[in-house]
Nanobody
Framework: QVQLVESGGGSVQAGGSLRLSCAAS????????MSWFRQAPGKRRELVAS????GSTYYADSVKGRFTISRDNTIYLQMNSLKPEDTAVYYC???????????????????WGQGTQVTVSS
């Protein structure tokens, strides 16, 4: 069993920065893939970034060059140069197995955090 607790969300002006944290506890050694998803009002939940136990990373085109994912026993999402379109509830998710091309599908993850709101004003 794995528990995920997110923090670090808030309200920021366009161009600002935030760092999201996802504290993982339980059987964290069994996790292969950690990802950040976001969901804006009226939109589908979308993959933002992911990282594997081996350190391989993935970024959505919309955030590449602005966001950085990293991990120790906490998973971080450093968000720089924020834009209003980044406004969403951000969720961390963990998968026990290597997902490969399936990592963008929320259904494939085993554990989820509660979500943290990020609001970017223009």
């Amino acid at each position: 069993q794995v528990q995920l607790v997110e923090s670090g969300g808030g309200s920021v002006q366009a161009g600002g920065s935030l760092r999201l944290s996802c504290a993982a506890s339980g059987s964290i050694g069994s996790i292969n893939t950690m990802s950040w998803f976001r969901q804006a009002p009226g939109k589908r939940r979308e993959l933002v970034a992911s990282i594997t136990s081996g350190g391989s990373t993935y970024y959505a085109d919309s955030v590449k060059g602005r966001f950085t994912i990293s991990r120790d026993n906490t998973i971080y999402l450093q968000m720089n140069s924020l834009k209003p379109e980044d406004t969403a509830v951000y969720y961390c998710a963990a998968a026990l197995r290597a997902l490969g091309t399936l990592k963008s599908q929320a259904l494939n993850y085993d554990y989820w955090g509660q979500g943290t709101q990020v609001t970017v004003s223009s």
